[in-house]
């Protein structure tokens, strides 16, 4: 077992600022500790990605997996392929319905927003991260 920051995730997502990534290839679980200072466990890299902010899909994308996203925010518009997937809501008022129903294998999303408890509640694994910096978003990007 190995504990990582949230950074982490990003990498082994090619994902996060607040993250960094372990070897996507290391065997037994993986623990991400979010931009809230909680840990999450993940047993596989997750395939299932929904994201609740544009710079986090953006990250995703640039850190070519785009492929695992199945939902985004109303305001991400990039890259193109992002257009074609279906929009949950802001960060503020996702769609948690539609979230649940995708079947996320982890919700990237603001730390800022009060859906996590709610999203955490049903069963979904969320992971909160703020980039809020331009060092910050070069973070994800590493």
């Known amino acids: 077992m190995r504990g ?11 994902l996060l600022p607040h993250a960094y990534v372990p070897n996507a290839h290391a065997a037994g679980p993986v623990h991400i500790v979010d931009g809230r200072g909680r840990t999450v466990q993940f047993e596989r890299s997750p395939q299932r990605i929904v994201s609740l902010l544009p710079s986090l899909t953006e990250s995703v994308c640039e850190l070519q997996q785009c492929h695992r996203l199945v939902g985004v925010d109303r305001y991400s518009n990039w890259p193109e392929a992002v257009g074609r997937l279906p929009r949950l809501g802001g960060g ?5 319905e539609a ?14 927003t009060r859906a996590s408890d709610r999203l955490e509640a049903l069963g979904v694994k969320v992971v909160a991260l703020e980039p809020k910096t331009h060092a910050d978003v070069q973070r994800v990007l590493a």
């Open 4 to 14: 990582l920051p949230a950074c982490g995730l990003l990498a082994v997502l090619g």
């Open 92 to 96: 503020l008022d996702p769609n948690i």
């Open 99 to 112: 979230i649940v129903a995708l079947r996320p294998d982890v919700v990237l999303l603001s730390t800022s």
